[in-house]
Structure formats: C-alpha cells, structure tokens
C-alpha cells in the first residue's frame, strides 16, 4: 500500500512535471549539459523513512548547496568568533554572485554567497589542497549516508570560466580577509561546489541538519549540534539569495539552492526536503523546485510559523500514513 507521503509528493511531482519555464545553467560550460526535463524529489524523516519520486537517483553537481555544510565545518573547526571575523551573517539582498562587502565590516555580508563561501573555504582549507577537499567530500559523504565524489569536468569548466569569483576573492585578499593562498582557497571552493550529488543524498543530509546532526539511517554522528543553529538561521534569512525574504514568507524554512538546479529544506527536528530540477529562474533558483517545496510545505503545514503547525506536523502526517 502506498503511504500518505509518497502519494502527496507523487501528487506535487505530476502538478508540475510540465512545468517547463526557466534555462539551464549555462555561464558553467559543463553545466549546460544537463537534461532541462529532469525532475526529482525525495522527503528523508528524522527516523530514517524515505520517500521519493521522479528522477531522484540522477546525479547532479551540488553547486552552492555546498555552503552551509562548508559553515558548518568551518565553526567546528574554527570556532564562532574566528569564523565570523570573515564573514558575517546579513543577507545581502543581492545576486549571489555580487563582487561586494559589507561597507561597515569589509566581511562578505553572509557564507551562503559567493564571496562568504571563498572566505569559508579559505578557512576550511588544507595543505597539501586535496587534503581539504577530500575532507570535505568525506563529511558529506557521512551526511549523504554513502561515498560521494567530485565531477572532474565540471570542476575543471568552472576553474577555466570561474573569473567573477577570482575577483572576488582578490577584493577580500585586498580587504584581509582572505590570505594570500587565493588559488588554493578557489580551488577548495569549486571542489566543494562540483560534489556530485542525487536528491537522496541532498535530502538526508538535510535531514541531518535536521536530526541534530545524526545521519537518521547511519546514525553517526556528522555534525557538532552547537553549530546547527547558526547554520540553519542563515540559510532561513540568506539562502536563496535576493529571493531569500520572499522564501520566507511564502515557504518558510531554512534552505539552500545550487544552480546545479538542487533545493533542500530543513524542517528541523523533522525532515529533510530535497527537489533536484536543472531549469533556473533569473535568480538561479530551480523553477520547479520553488514549486514543489512551496506546494509541500503548504499541504503538510511546515512553514516554520504556521498557524497550525505545533511542533511537530510531518511526524503527524507520518503517523497518519
Ligand atoms: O560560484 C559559482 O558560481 C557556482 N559554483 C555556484 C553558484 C550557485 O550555485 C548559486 N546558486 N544558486
């Protein structure tokens, strides 16, 4: 017997499988060759059950969903006030690709853009470089519950073309914020942005975003909880970006998009969301995977500040299926 949850994302899959609007990312040569038709979308509970439809088990590069995991190492590495001397925790209301600072600080204005997720990276680097990487395809890795590894061609077209995110971390060498290993910290960057992923993998490691920090199937322990707080709040007031506030308000959940075409959501204590769909709005944002998360988290009453939402309603849902 199907259960309640499978039919209501079986449901949001077919009401906007013929959504067609958007482009695929292109200014990534690599990335223009994804299949614009794919649609995908997984549901992971903190208590292990997974649901999903569509084109979940294909692969995509996780892109700047990579930046709030990246936060997240670098406050268990660094600690908070050493972190947030390089970046702060603003939104910036700006596209997430600005070549800009905070004026009042001379930090990017968050990690979850670009110029936060450099200054992050820069962090969370090692020496010899592979050494960062490879401890950081690890750690998602035991977030996604089995081996990732990184896209070689994506990786490279991005190295080639990434130029607007060498500028960027030049301003931040200028501004001190960054040191002076800039290649090193771009290469982590876009390392770390050409994981490659499926929408299972974004969904449980969003679900142990949500899980305190335990992989609910695994239940290993991936993340410090100290840290999960900080790194929710600013996905839930910086993670899409100049889309961010209207996020909020209309889906209202901590999330992150990649212009890989991924989306995850964290109901925390929960579930985790994640709708993979390569077409992107003007902003970089999946068309369908706005669509999808905000019909899911209307039906199921998870914005975080529904009026009927008392703690705990995906696990009611759950227990009704
Ligand atoms: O830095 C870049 O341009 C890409 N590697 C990541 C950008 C991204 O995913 C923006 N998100 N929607």
């Not at 070549?99 to 962090?123: C, F, H, K, Q, V």
């Not at 490279?156 to 931040?172: C, K, P």
């Not at 961010?244 to 204590?269: C, D, F, Q, T």
Request: proline share 3%.
């Amino acid at each position: 017997m199907i259960t309640l949850i499978q039919q209501i994302i079986e449901d949001v899959y077919s009401n906007h499988k013929d959504l067609n609007e958007g482009e695929v990312a292109t200014y990534i040569p690599e990335l223009g060759k994804a299949n614009g038709s794919h649609f995908g979308i997984c549901l992971a509970s903190v208590d292990g059950q997974v649901f999903s439809v569509g084109d979940w088990e294909q692969e995509f590069t996780i892109q700047s969903i990579c930046k709030p995991f990246a936060f997240q190492m670098a406050l268990e590495e660094r600690g908070r006030d050493a972190t947030l001397q390089h970046v702060g925790v603003e939104p910036s209301g700006d596209p997430f690709n600005s070549i800009e600072l905070d004026p009042r600080t001379m930090r990017p204005y968050n990690a979850m853009i670009n110029a936060g997720a450099i200054a992050i990276a820069s962090l969370i680097k090692k020496d010899p470089v592979e050494a960062g990487v490879q401890a950081f395809v690890e750690k998602m890795g035991q977030a996604a519950g089995r081996t990732l590894r990184i896209d070689e061609a994506v990786l490279f077209s991005e190295s080639v073309t990434g130029n607007r995110n060498r500028a960027i971390a030049y301003l931040m060498l200028n501004c001190g914020i960054i040191d002076a290993g800039v290649e090193a910290s771009l290469r982590q960057y876009f390392s770390q942005c050409s994981l490659l992923v499926n929408c299972r993998d974004l969904a449980m490691m969003a679900a142990t975003l949500a899980n305190m920090g335990v992989n609910p199937v695994t239940k290993e322990r991936v993340f410090d909880f100290e840290y999960i707080r900080d790194v929710l709040t600013v996905m839930f007031t910086c993670g899409l970006y100049d889309y961010a506030g209207e996020w909020a308000y209309r889906v209202g959940l901590p999330a992150k998009s990649g212009v890989g075409g991924g989306i995850i959501g964290v109901v925390n204590r929960q579930v985790g969301i994640a709708v993979y769909s390569p077409r992107l709005d003007d902003k970089g944002n999946s068309v369908r995977g706005i669509a999808a998360c905000k019909e899911i988290a209307a039906h199921l009453g998870l914005h975080a500040f529904e009026f009927t939402n008392v703690g705990s309603s995906f696990m009611q849902w759950l227990n009704e299926s």
